[in-house]
């Protein structure tokens, strides 16, 4: 993990003019969770963040407080929240950049998919009467490990039908 400091700058300017001007307390915490945030690259959920903040943070914050500060974070535009189906991931969002995610239906992980073309395409893309400020692609599908199980369940299933069709032969025989 790397020390982004100019992103961190950045962050922390636009987080103190933000709560400046809603009126709102600075606190260390919030600073601290900031600047954790600022060095965690990609997608990351509260589990993530909370085991991050143990390992790098100067001090602890309950989950409570990371909920809450994500919430403010959204808010300020330095996280974007990515609304699935399953538990919420953020992402710093600070130097806003297109992307593609790949979200598993089954098991609800989310990661990146590498991909200059779409990304490109992506950062071209204008609409009318409205402002683009975070443009995010979601592909909905099946992780690999959730495609493994399925296709073990899937065998499993055809197996015990087999059998089931040969007790069922053997007792008209
Ligand atoms: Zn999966």
Redesign the pocket.
């Known amino acids: 993990m790397s020390e982004n400091t100019d992103l961190y700058d950045l962050a922390a300017q636009r987080l103190t003019e933000y709560m400046k001007g809603k009126n709102i307390r600075k606190t260390p915490e919030r600073f601290e969770i900031l600047r954790i945030i600022c060095r965690t690259p990609g997608i990351f959920n509260i589990d993530k963040l909370q085991e991050l903040m143990e390992e790098n943070a100067k001090f602890q914050v309950s989950r409570v407080t990371l909920f809450n500060t994500l919430k403010l974070f959204e808010d300020a535009s330095l996280v974007i929240k990515h609304t699935l189906s399953r538990a919420a991931h953020y992402e710093c969002c600070v130097m806003p950049h297109p992307m593609v995610c790949l979200v598993?239906q089954?098991?609800g992980?989310v990661r990146k998919l590498e991909s200059s073309k779409i990304e490109n395409w992506l950062s071209e893309q204008k609409c009318k009467q409205f402002v683009i400020t975070q443009p995010v692609l979601y592909f909905h599908g099946?992780?690999r490990?959730?495609m493994v199980k399925n296709s073990i369940r899937n065998r499993k299933a055809k197996t015990k039908t087999k059998t089931k069709i040969k007790r069922n032969e053997e007792r008209k025989s």
């Open positions: 598993c089954k098991c992980t099946l992780c490990s959730c």
